[in-house]
């Protein structure tokens, strides 16, 4: 599946404030509150952040033309490194 470079940059946007978001939402939180509270909050925390870096691994792999299993030009070499495959012979000119 393609993505579009619109879409990865939003989704490493979105990761990027959520990681922010749920980081400041941890220090923020005031004394005084039964430990129940701080456990739930911490749970919730925990797992918005590895939601965060989900998403934003995902986008950035869009961002690098990563996200088809083929390579970001559709060969089995996403990197063009090797040439053509073992028993391909180039057609003669």
Do not use: C
Not at 23 to 46: C, E, K, M, Q, R
Not at 62 to 79: F, T, V
């Amino acid at each position: 599946m393609q993505m579009s470079r619109k879409i990865a940059g939003f989704l490493v946007g979105v990761a990027a404030f959520m990681i922010f978001e749920w980081i400041n939402l941890g220090f923020n939180l005031a004394d005084g509150h039964p430990t129940s509270f701080y456990v739930v909050h911490g749970v919730l925390v925990a797992v918005n952040i590895l939601l965060a870096l989900v998403i934003g691994t995902i986008g950035v792999r869009g961002l690098r033309g990563l996200g088809s299993p083929r390579g970001p030009r559709g060969s089995s070499d996403p990197r063009g490194l090797h040439g053509p495959a073992e028993g391909v012979q180039r057609p003669k000119v």
